[in-house]
């Protein structure tokens, strides 16, 4: 943070009263202040008194502190003014305000990480992208990796501090908290890079957090973002990935927006066209009506490229065994799974009906 941000607004302040007024650090070291003389010097002792104080206001060493505004546990700054009274402490609020002010906008001017969460929480006017990333000399037309990267089970803040040492290049790689659970990297790749290089980005995420902090995480990936202004759309769709292989591959810890394949369309489905397709399918009785034995051999028949041999011997049973269900099968809901082309709406209905499960739950 450039003291001269501060120290501009405790000037502006200084016409407005005549008592001495300044800003200090997390050290007590006085970065802006009235009194030119004290920039440069530290306050003893007083970095440790607000660290435990209970109060944003506290009154110590003849001055009256308003702690400000920090995402961390300690406290980044804190404006001081001359005295112990209600005035001081009136002036110190007021000031605080304006620093907080003048400290937040800095950041979002000067900061390329915050004006890459402002592109992907869409929080930033097209137009306003081309001309932060011309004020920060941010190239834009680079290619950049997406990658959400989701806890599961339980949340850690040291996940945080685990990707933050993982991509330690600040001017090229991003590391945002986004939520208590979801954090998202962004990273700049070679022109030459492909959905390989951005799956080994992330197998060295999940093995990371695996191993240091036995964390269990799963994470998605969006396309490779070509441009500044795709990181939105691209991020968009590592969302997509994770709420879309939750539905259909929940033991995958790794999914590509481009793999999802037909989940990706089920999943932007309205629910109502979902259950009208399940009644046109099962026009003979319901898919509930099929017990959990009858589609683990469903499942198993598909695993296995449809392939009656195979399948009979992965389940243990005769090939004949398995004929005489398939044709129970048929009864029951008028698809021959032996056809391919009947076996293709058997295998969309299913997973149309895991994903209604999944909404109703």
């Known amino acids: 943070m450039s003291s001269r941000v501060f120290q501009s607004v405790i000037v502006q302040m200084k016409e407005a009263t005549t008592r001495e007024l300044g800003v200090i650090d997390s050290e007590g070291l006085v970065v802006a202040s009235s009194d030119l003389s004290l920039m440069g010097s530290y306050i003893p002792g007083i970095s440790k008194v607000i660290e435990l104080a209970a109060e944003k206001v506290v009154v110590a060493e003849g001055r009256t502190f308003r702690i400000l505004e920090s995402n961390d546990t300690g406290f ?3 404006v001081f ?25 800095y950041k979002e ?77 962004i990273k700049e790749i070679p022109s030459t890079g492909d959905t390989k290089d951005v799956y080994k980005i ?3 995420i999940e093995q990371t957090l695996s191993k240091e902090l036995g964390i269990k995480t799963v994470v998605g990936l969006g396309s490779i973002a070509k441009h500044l202004r795709e990181l939105a759309n691209r991020y968009k ?48 009785s319901p898919i509930d009506s099929l017990d959990e034995e009858t589609l683990a051999i469903i499942t198993k028949f598909f ?34 799974l032996r056809e391919f082309d009947q076996a293709i709406v058997f295998k969309v209905a299913l997973m149309v009906k895991k994903y209604l499960d999944t909404q109703k739950g």
């Open 76 to 78: 980044d700054y804190a």
């Open 81 to 105: 003014i001359k005295g112990t009274d209600e005035i001081a402490r009136s002036l110190a609020i007021v000031a605080g305000v304006a620093v907080s002010e003048a400290k937040t906008y």
């Open 109 to 185: 001017k000067f900061n390329k990480a915050a004006l890459v969460k402002n592109i992907i929480t869409d929080n930033i006017l097209l137009g306003d992208i081309y001309v932060r990333a011309k004020e920060l000399h941010f190239p834009t037309d680079v290619p950049r990796a997406v990658l959400l990267v989701r806890q599961v089970d339980r949340a850690d803040i040291a996940v945080l501090d685990a990707l933050n040492r993982l991509f330690p290049d600040k001017q090229k790689e991003f590391v945002l908290s986004i939520s208590e659970t979801d954090i998202a990297v």
């Open 202 to 204: 992330a197998e060295s």
């Open 237 to 284: 769709e590592a969302q997509v990935a994770i709420d879309v292989g939750k539905v259909f591959d929940d033991e995958k810890t790794i999914i590509n927006y481009e793999n999802l394949g037909i989940g990706r369309l089920i999943y932007q489905l309205p629910t109502t066209m979902c259950e009208m397709f399940l009644s046109e399918v099962f026009k003979k």
């Open 303 to 336: 695993e296995n490229n449809l392939n009656i041999s195979e399948t009979s011997r992965k389940l243990f049973v005769h090939r004949n065994t398995l004929v005489y269900r398939l044709g129970k099968i048929k009864k029951l809901t008028g698809l021959d």
